[in-house]
């Protein structure tokens, strides 16, 4: 009998592979202080320099004011760590408001159908921009 040969394609050379991105390389933690400060029912994780969006907080504030948060969950610098109980004692996070704003706006809607029942309005979140001056 003879033999059958097959023709094979020769495999097509795909292209190298693109260098993965680089990812965001966290800030050293051996010489980084940082934070975790409780406000408006949420937490923060901060250092100092970083400007953050928190929640309105109560009060008569305008751009420009300082604000000293009291209610310091976490605080670390390096290796040394302090945690509270629920708060550590004598530790506050100094900061300075510099925006005071709204978020966009988030739609809101109410429909039922088949009754003609159709509600539409809009809602805007206040916030405070901070930068955190300095953690102690």
Same mark, same amino acid.
């Given at each position: 009998m003879a033999e059958a040969t097959v023709a094979t394609k020769p495999k097509a050379k795909r292209a190298p592979k693109a260098a993965p991105k680089a990812a965001k390389k966290a800030p050293e933690a051996s010489n980084t202080a940082f934070a975790v400060i409780s406000t408006g029912g949420k937490q923060y994780r901060v250092m100092e320099g970083q400007k953050l969006? $928190?929640?309105? $907080? &109560?009060?008569?504030?305008?751009?420009?004011?300082? +604000?000293v948060f009291k209610n310091i969950l976490l605080k670390g610098n390096g290796d040394d760590l302090a945690l509270g109980f629920p708060y550590i004692t004598g530790s506050t996070v100094s900061a300075t408001i510099t925006q005071i704003g709204r978020y966009k706006t988030v739609? /809101? $809607? *109410?429909? %039922? #159908? %088949?009754? @003609?029942? +159709? %509600? %539409?309005?809009? *809602? @805007? #979140? &206040?916030?405070?921009? /901070? @930068?955190?001056?300095? $953690?102690?």
């Open positions: 969006k $928190i929640e309105k $907080i &109560p009060g008569d504030h305008k751009e420009g004011d300082a +604000f739609d /809101v $809607i *109410h429909y %039922k #159908q %088949k009754s @003609r029942y +159709f %509600k %539409k309005y809009g *809602h @805007r #979140q &206040p916030y405070f921009e /901070v @930068r955190i001056d300095s $953690i102690n």
